[in-house]
Nanobody, 124 residues
């Protein structure tokens, strides 16, 4: 089992950048596919980005493609989400997720492990 703790959220202005971090516990971190999701008030949780266990494969939601970059450091058991050119519509709680399947499922609750979330607020 893996435990996840997100950090790095905050209040920024439109156009700014922010990097989220997800610290994972557990000696088998390298076996997990990892992903980021977000949930805005009154909306469903949605997929943002995913990275394979090796870091060689990534995928993104169309809404963030070209602006966000997901990466991982298996030696440090960390996953990152670099968010550039932030927009007010990126405002949400961001969650880190993990799965022992070959890839993160885009349906949020098909992934069994979650962090507590970190808030990102983008002002216009």
């Amino acid at each position: 089992q893996v435990q996840l703790v997100e950090s790095g959220g905050g209040l920024v202005q439109a156009g700014d950048s922010l990097r989220l971090s997800c610290a994972a516990s557990g000696r088998t971190f390298g076996a997990y596919a990892m992903g980021w999701f977000r949930q805005a008030p009154g909306k469903e949780r949605e997929f943002v980005a995913a990275v394979s266990w090796s870091g060689s494969n990534t995928s993104y939601a169309d809404s963030v493609k070209g602006r966000f970059i997901i990466s991982r450091d298996n030696a440090k058991t960390m996953v990152y989400l670099q968010m550039n050119s932030l927009k007010p519509e990126d405002t949400a709680a961001y969650y880190c997720a993990a799965s022992l399947r070959s890839a993160i499922a885009r349906a949020p609750y098909d992934n069994p492990y979650w962090g507590q979330g970190t808030q990102v607020t983008v002002s216009s």
